[in-house]
């Protein structure tokens, strides 16, 4: 067996390990950050149960940090009584981002991992089995349910021989995009073997499994070997570790081989991850921001490389940089070094360990400003300002940069790399963590300030719909479409009615008055519908637009299981050309729609002029949901 199939077995609840088929899995942990969390929470109240059921659930703050009103200070007091409440680990804000925080103190090797994020696959750099969910997804787990998804293919990827000098993980992960696309992943489990993967260490290793995201994949593993140990040996958690490595003869569904030694450093131009190119291409473009940070490249090596790079020299006068150090435990080490000395001495701004630029917190680019970062994302608008373009790329092309002042070439630029030696021990203090009395007390008190509004119910699905197309959109449409992140929006997570207001608002800012004001409203859109993060504002936002439809060439995984778990009924065409034929403002009708889909009749849409076939591929646990209004609405209805 492939290291995926031996822990999957281990934790299958039902189905069968064939690609392609559903599959129940045994959820050991589960995390949650401030902006997906408070929602998922809601929700798991809304089960009435006494105390979570997994091994351990960790509550995060890191998105929402910035507290320029009441509202996420709100949302916070909210996660931490809730936690006190239910027995979940509390982090609170300034203690870093989730996933580099999971990956330093919990992640274990062979458990299984939910997240209400899309980048949890970062702790399958150390052998878990992690995915990215909606917060409902997440809630129950909490609450001792399975996790469904369809089984996904194995890929192997084979890592061979050794990556330069001045290339890094993140060129791994570039090149992969290059090659497979952000659509390259859907169904997908990437697993990488070959002898290149004992030269990554596991911070490396999770850089890779973080950006695997960004290939649509379900996640990304690495095996748990003698440097896995290593790394927690210095967490002072080396007692967790087992050793988990493919067998000899496993077999996979398919390969793929990277060459290391000839890997050159790479950059995705705006304003997707896979639009890749050689960093040599670009040299000469000016730029006015480089960020280093996020969960992507936020870990100790990246910090002290750059800090090796930047001793004695100044950043260019043109060129704005700025750092955000993953995790507490990472700050607090540079700090009690010359290792934070060298990088503020340089010029560079230090931002709290947080998401911060990643998701628009703060430092919006200047109007239609370059911004290199070293982050995972570079959707349009997501930094805060619409017109920026923002590049990725690793921390080594990133520091060349910010130094010249425009797009430079490591390997040209540099001479030999500074040896990164980290130290033996890490500074280790979970007293920054919030951990819940063992038997929670039923009389602790939830805290909900005006920020906090409670869920509406939402309405089982009738037999007809008659409705119209409200929005016609195209290929590769991101969450962040949907309904966008930054320092404005992000604080109202926590209160439907206000965040809905911005649904789609950065392509039609009618779009939300529309849809409110029509009834059964259908959404258009082409392959790949909602791929990027995993927030289920952008499936519940709609719904409470009154959207009842979502018509695509294809889904993205992690938003249709969110569109299903709100009520909304995810189709797709028969043919995709028909999705030529339907324009914005049509009539559209699904009739006998429940009836249909119970008993796996063929479906068609009826406009004014034509009429199609249209596809659903759901199983019978995602039609009762859907039938019912929602997983909630199922739930209650079945408890
Ligand atoms: C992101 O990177 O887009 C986020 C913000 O972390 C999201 C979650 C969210 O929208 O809250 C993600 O990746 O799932
Ligand atoms: Fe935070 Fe950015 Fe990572 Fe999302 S991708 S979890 S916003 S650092």
Redesign the pocket.
């Known amino acids: 067996m492939n290291v995926t199939k031996k822990i999957m077995s281990k934790h299958l609840l039902a189905g069968r390990l064939e690609a392609g088929e559903e599959i129940g899995i045994r959820i050991d942990q589960t995390l949650t950050?401030d902006?997906?969390g408070t929602v998922a929470y809601l929700q798991f109240e809304a089960m009435n149960i006494q105390k979570v059921k997994t091994k351990l659930s960790v509550s995060y703050v890191d998105?929402n940090t910035l507290q320029s009103g009441f509202e996420s200070a709100d949302d916070h007091k909210f996660l931490q009584t809730v936690a006190t409440k239910y027995g979940i680990v509390f982090s609170p804000a300034g203690n870093g981002i989730c996933h580099q925080v999971h990956l330093e103190r919990f992640a274990i090797p062979g458990m299984s991992l939910i997240g209400?994020?899309?980048?949890t696959p970062t702790c399958g750099g150390m052998a878990m089995l992690a995915f990215?969910a909606g917060g409902l997804d997440v809630a129950c787990a909490m609450a001792g349910q399975p996790f469904f998804i369809a089984m996904p293919k194995v890929v192997k990827v084979n890592l061979n021989g050794r990556l330069r000098d001045w290339v890094s993980a993140k060129d791994i992960i570039l090149e992969l995009l290059r090659t497979q696309s952000v659509k390259g992943g859907i169904g997908k489990v990437y697993e990488f073997d070959g002898d290149g993967v004992e030269t990554l260490s596991v911070p490396e290793r999770a850089t890779i499994t973080n950006m695997g995201?960004e290939l649509g994949a379900t996640t990304s593993i690495f095996s748990s070997d003698n440097i896995t140990k290593d790394f927690l040996d210095k967490q002072g958690r080396g007692s967790c570790w087992t050793r988990i490595e493919a067998d000899k003869n496993a077999s996979y569904d398919e390969e793929i081989t990277i060459n290391l030694d000839t890997l050159e450093p790479l950059i995705a131009v705006p304003h997707m991850p896979d639009n890749v190119k050689k960093v040599k291409d670009l040299e000469g473009t000016k730029v006015d921001q480089v960020c280093v940070g996020s969960?992507t490249n936020s870990s100790l090596s990246d910090m002290l490389l750059i800090s090796e790079v930047l001793k004695g020299k100044k950043i260019n006068k043109n060129t704005d940089l700025v750092v955000s150090p993953g995790s507490r435990q990472i700050i607090s080490m540079l700090s009690h070094s010359e290792a934070l000395f060298n990088i503020v001495k340089s010029g560079a701004r230090i931002l709290e360990s947080a998401?911060g630029p990643?998701?628009g917190m703060g430092q919006a680019p200047k109007s239609g400003g370059i911004s290199l970062r070293t982050f995972?994302?570079n959707f349009e608008g997501?930094s805060g300002t619409e017109n920026a373009q923002v590049y990725l790329c690793s921390p080594e092309t990133a520091i060349a940069t910010a130094l010249t002042g425009e797009i430079t070439n490591p390997i040209e630029y540099f001479d030999v790399k500074p040896r990164i030696v980290l130290p033996n021990v890490f500074f280790v203090d979970d007293v920054q963590f919030q951990f819940p009395p063992i038997e929670p007390s039923k009389s602790e008190k939830v805290i909900k300030g005006p920020n906090i509004k409670s869920l509406d119910e939402f309405s089982e699905l009738d037999n007809n719909l008659t409705g119209k197309i409200v929005l016609k959109v195209g290929d590769d449409i991101s969450?962040?479409h949907i309904?966008p992140?930054g320092a404005k929006i992000?604080p109202l997570?926590s209160n439907l009615p206000e965040i809905s207001k911005y649904t789609f608002s950065l392509i039609d800012k009618d779009f939300a008055s529309r849809a409110m004001s029509t009834p059964n409203g259908v959404i258009l859109g082409g392959d790949n519908y909602g791929q990027?993060?995993?927030?289920e504002?952008?499936a519940l936002a709609p719904r409470y637009l009154g959207i009842r439809v979502i018509l695509v060439k294809s889904f993205a995984r992690?938003h249709l299981a969110n569109l299903i778990n709100f009520g909304l009924v995810p189709l797709t065409f028969n043919n995709p050309s028909d999705y030529a034929k339907i324009k914005l403002g049509d009539e559209i009708k699904f009739e006998d729609i429940r009836n249909t889909i119970k008993y796996n009749g063929t479906l068609f849409a009826k406009t004014t002029n034509k009429i199609f076939k249209v596809v659903y591929d759901l199983t019978q646990r995602q039609k009762d949901t859907i039938f019912a209004g929602g997983l909630l609405n199922w739930i209650k209805s079945t408890t």
């Open positions: 950050q902006a997906t998105h209400s994020d899309s980048h990215g995201t969960c998401c990643c998701i995972n994302r997501r969450t962040d309904l992140a992000l997570r990027g993060s995993s927030r504002h952008a992690i």
